[in-house]
């Protein structure tokens, strides 16, 4: 099965999402980068692309020149796809593009900066006929999928409370949003959409509850706060009630000291919880009543992980696999799809239906807040 | 310093906090348990006083006849104070005719099982001059007080976000209402009073945020639950606001399936988070910054700890202490001021206002509950 | 039942072990301490008292004085016991004067200082049909039985391996042997007996081998070593052969920094390996092939638990329990035995015949390191 | 700079380590894979080609063909190096030929099956001028590489004892030998060399000791044992002097159950215990005398790694890398040195002398242990 051949739009030098979504890619196995328009201006997108090591004669200075030029290429050689990976306000011109040029795409999260773009996008979408993926990374890990697994095969019983935290550190201090790169976009309300910490990871959190219970978030009552001088919000909590009866929690905040990237969540049904952490995310732990509390570990070897979940897996147990390989297992699946050879009973990567469902999360979310934290059906 | 002398109310055959009030006491050493009236029939607590070695002419058919038979005794041998380990809508009689006839009283968590009785303890307490102390055990961990002090120091900044959750999984069968002397009594609301998981151990959870942030809950929106066929709480989570600024959640549950007694906080101020878990109470996770995350562990030769934390401690690092040592320190604290040598900085059980507070945060849950999860001032 | 009236010798002002035993026996519920000869001189010894709240008329001047006149109280007054808390080379001569007085025996850890007197010791036991316990304290832990039990039941098949370490740090500093009791006896071969650390800790851990795996260390091939300018080992490990024909590992020192009190064992058999960690006693890993991890906790309403494992606990599962309750466990066993009402299926406390088996340990390790760390049979 | 033109010499169809070195080498980044001879078959070299993506003119029937047909290539097209990744007995003949055929050499560990064919390979290293690496993969990570930098740096003092282990579990039956293609030849002495778990995962173990200390293991006195019916070890410990004077105890072992890959080090100095997982290798904790423990995190972004340590991690803290990232470390550092551009401070990858030293010890615990478990120099 050849690789599929993609064209990368934004991940030039000093950014720090388009390496992972590069190096996930050489990782899936699956994936050849040939192109890219690496940056908003010609020169830096040359300077990134020779550094990456891309062919300069595809190396293009505007997304816009890479989708005209390569469709000039003889079919088995120009791009199949475009990773798109610049910020969420740069997602949407983009992405309709490429797909109304016939290509397929794979776009970091979140969709888009606003719900319209993010319709706009799934238009697009239907109208071509290509195909969206969009890397809600969290969901590539192993145990996620089976976690969902186990939910949803029934024999826990039906989902009674979910916590869910995502919590980091790095926007704790006020001087945190000079000269940071990453920081300024993504707490620019003009660049990355009216939220900020929900938006950011919110919606990561929002995804791996909806991912792991096979539910929806069906109504939400959130409180949205910022530390002094800031316009988005920074840290948020919220009840929620999901769609099958269930109740949750969930913290989102950029500014919780000692936090690195701390999403955890624990899902407890009928006759059993389960709790995973991101963090350390070859074990998941499975609470029973009267029983002994079992680790379930990853490892491509354990026969007790479903067929699926092994198969993500390039390593065998205690060979710790990471982010990298969550990333790489989101290309890999999206990959597999666009070859026609995808067959997997978890879904590998967020659909569309996912991803809009967590715009209307952050929406409902901001709407709550606005309101004085009420309740707001998604 | 001679130990006090005390007489039990409950805590017969069969219950199980009374077993525990009475080694706590043992540990704590400056306690001495002469007399009781373990039951509401004589019988039973002749029996139950034989069983725990008590002299059987100090072995009452009530606590009526125990107060006023033991007011005939000399002074130096008559009862000085009640522990009272009735079911909740038994705390008020005893206990108001204990504090009227002189007696000092400690008292099982919750107060009361209603807002008016929990005032009408007060306020017998405060006409008669007696002390009360409610046995809020949590608080009586070494490391719990080490928070305390930590965020009082005032070098952690403010309180920006609090997690708390006591989770248990005792009631998380239909079957368990059945057949249980624990559950029957605690899942009546006649009994009980209104509140289930909440007035159980969400008051717990709530006592815990006020005693480690120094601060009140100010306002709340709970959403309480029950499985089919229940008539009180016994799952629930709430958004909640601080005295100071900062948020929280709060999650109480008996139906959360693995969970013995997960009580567990974290703490997020302005320059370090900090982590404690019931559990594993002998240590405590302090993160900040860009700095390693710091273990602090407990044990009395702990030089870093305060002089307050090392003396409220039997055993050396390494040498792990428990529940039944936490409860012991609200004891030996009680017994202390009683015989007026108490100093300690960090107070050593909870007081009357933290109680009362205790019960506000209650009634506001539920109030909140009722109108669909709102917002309501405690 | 009534309580075992014991008498206490040594655990005066300054002394730690002392103020642990009676704790534990308190806990326990079924001893009661009514005299003690609590130092070498009586002025320490009556202060002490009165401390402790013994009875000044039955706080003796020394050892022989409290056994010659507790032997004229009335026999249900006097003592029945005593608990020998002595620096290990004061352990024979009042254990043998009290077994040739009729006296059950409790007696701190190691037996004695040198092989002979412990030998001197079990015989006065023989001779008068005395009984002794001596306080192996981590056997005393609810899952140090269950472990035992666990591999005694045969399902986990023959024990393979086994590491077992106990590290403390506390003589770490070449400054530590100064201003510090506790360190001035332990680290004097006078007092001590020959060995430092491996007599110390070492005997705890070989203690803790035996007890689990039910064999016997049956030769070893043991390097102790020392700081500068000591003359008994702070240090030491040793590979061993186990009667059954499995091995180990063990390492025993005071040197380690960082380490409090870190007992630790893994026991590998056929089936499934077993681990456990003092300073978290509440829990205990069991890996198995293919299968998940199990977590088996502590609690004494854990179904999944044996029998004589719950009945040695005061709490249900998720309210901790400590050192001082498993120090209680062997008071509580040996108060049983002594009324004629102990049947259980594990054992309460180490006997003589374990104890004698530590003391060898301790004697080939020596032995083996003084030749440069060749095998020597037990 | 250009990437590493490299080819593999093994790794075809069901081979697990091939597969991890392509891997590893892509997330590199710096390695490009031309060329393959992937087995001893012609045809099952050119099916795994095939798979793997290799260009069909350049898959190779035998590492010979290979060696000498690439250099007919022009010099930009040609093999620079060669990854060997045969089973160990197979090492020396195409790293002796590749070595003198003008290629660099990257080897899975150990270097050789024999301490002859390992002097082998060095000398024909020596003559030709070429380099080679051999992949103790457990140094890359990045933790590992603090903590060598900590100990090197002086302030932890002097190394007093080190605990390594390194255990397994898939060998734990009998029957695991059967239909086993990993297990096939890993315990056949005529491939393996006269070692098993001692070879395969001990020195790895004996490699991480030496890294992080910066010492050598000087003597030792090793028991090696094996199940009824084998013929080199499954299973052994070890008792270790360092060149420093410090002492140490090594067990590895194939035959642990529910141990999956579970190397972990604890360095103890002067002044600080050290202690790593690699079942969890993004945290590391620092336990200090009189001072919380301190958990060291991985991430890029940490301000208190040491600058060598960020550069070779690819996310931020909280973003976990594993097994491949460190593998891609070792690939990394030897293809930057191949092309000149290396200079980190710490040592990027095992030395010929590191694994020399490596091969020593594995012959001197085999002399050991076949001596009845007593003292060998090395």
Redesign the interface.
Known sequence: M??VRYGMIGGGQGA?IG??HR?AA??A?NWQLVAGAFSSTPEKSKASGAEI?VDPARTYGSWAEMIAREAELPADVRIEAVSIVTPNHMHAPPAIAALEAGLDVIIDKPLANTMDNARAIAEAALRSGRRIAVTHTYTGYPLVKQARELVAGGQFGKV??V?V?YT???L??ASDLENNKQAAWRVDPNQSGDAGAFGDIGTHAANLVEFITGERIASI?A?L?MLPGRHIDD?G???FRLSGGG???L?A?Q????????LAISV??????LHWR?????SM?????????????A?AN???LATDVRAVQ????????????AFANIYRAFGEELRGGASAHTPGYATMDDTLSGMRFLAASLESSRQ????VDL
């Open positions: 050849k690789p720090f390496g992972i190096t050489a990782i196995g090591g009674r409370r916590m935290k980091q550190d790095w704790s201090r009552c409180e706060t840290d909590s919220a009840l109740k949750g929690t913290v905040s500014v919780l000291v000692g936090d690195a990237n701390d407890y049904c009928d006759e059993a919880g991101q963090e350390q995310p070859n732990t499975i609470g029973r009543r009267d029983k002994p509390t079992e680790i379930w570990n490892g354990r026969a007790y390039r390593t065998p147990g205690g060979h710790p696999e990471g982010y990298l390989e004085g934290a009420v309740w």
